[in-house]
């Protein structure tokens, strides 16, 4: 008789797991992010320092059962954020984002979702020919 309540709570957990796995679930999509403008500057010499590697910055927004939109995640916010968690001033530098990823992910909930995008990016100073 024990046995037999043990598996009935066994089997208990086993179906409570199957139902949330059912609905609630995450999705995830990355790509890598080539640079859309042209610039004639090779990074093979010294002419380039590394401001910050693997800068992070996201973007999220609310869909409610998960296809209604009240706010959609934009990639400008996330490139916003990105900027922002580097600890100093950027304005009047020459900077380039490189080896640029885009991620997009979804948490999908039983009355909601949530789509978010991640960017990440190395963070580099182009210097003058002197080095400085």
Do not use: H
Not at 2 to 18: M, N, P, R
Not at 77 to 89: F, N, R, V
Not at 103 to 115: C, E, G, Q, T, V
């Amino acid at each position: 008789m024990k046995a037999t309540k043990q598996f009935g709570d066994f089997l208990k957990v086993i179906l409570a797991l199957a139902f949330l796995s059912a609905v609630w679930g995450c999705a995830s999509t990355g790509e890598f992010r080539g640079q859309g403008t042209a610039a004639n500057v090779t990074l093979e010499k010294k002419n380039y320092r590394i401001i910050k590697v693997a800068a992070k910055g996201e973007s999220s927004g609310f869909k409610l059962l998960g296809f209604i939109p009240f706010a959609s995640p934009t990639y400008a916010e996330a490139k916003e954020s990105l900027y922002e968690s580097i600890s100093q001033p950027l304005e009047g530098r020459a900077i380039a984002l490189v080896n640029q990823t885009e991620d997009r992910s979804y948490m999908y909930f039983i009355l909601f979702s949530i789509p978010k995008i991640t960017l990440t990016a190395d963070i580099i100073e182009y210097l003058d020919e002197t080095g400085k």
